[in-house]
Structure formats: C-alpha cells, structure tokens
C-alpha cells in the first residue's frame, strides 16, 4: 500500500512540476509515505491503547495466579 502511494505521490509531482528536479519527486514520495506511515502508526496506538486497557478491578478479579511474579520474564 505504501510502495502505491509513494508511486502515486512521485507521478503527481513530476507531472505538476515538469521543469523540477526527478530527486525532488523521489523526496516529495518518500515525505509522503513517512507521514501516511506516521498516521497509520498512530491510529494503530490508539486503537491498541483502548482495546488492552484493564483496570485495577479487571486485575484484582483476575487473582493471583494471572499475574506475573516479579522479576519472571
């Protein structure tokens, strides 16, 4: 999905920006990707943030054989 949006950013740039540099639109590309990348990682946190919250209550309801013994990897 990445490679698409990186091929489709370089082409609109190069056909907006003809008299430009081709490095510029390899770098217009790769901006592009870095932040779609970004804003997908951070929707991703999110979303992970509030589907693993437990509460102390979820935890104590738990009991003692879930929890990990400190120092047990």
């Given at each position: 999905m990445l490679s698409t949006l990186f091929a489709s950013a370089l082409t609109d740039f190069a056909r907006d920006n003809p008299t430009s540099n081709p490095l510029d639109a390899s770098i217009h590309g790769y901006v592009?990707?870095?932040?779609?990348?970004?804003?997908?990682?951070?929707?991703?946190?999110?979303?992970?943030?509030?589907?693993?919250?437990?509460?102390?209550?979820?935890?104590?309801?738990?009991?003692?054989?879930?929890?990990?013994?400190?120092?047990?990897?």
């Open positions: 592009v990707v870095f932040w779609w990348a970004a804003a997908i990682t951070f929707v991703g946190a999110v979303i992970a943030f509030f589907m693993m919250r437990s509460s102390a209550a979820d935890l104590a309801e738990a009991g003692p054989d879930h929890q990990v013994a400190a120092g047990a990897h």
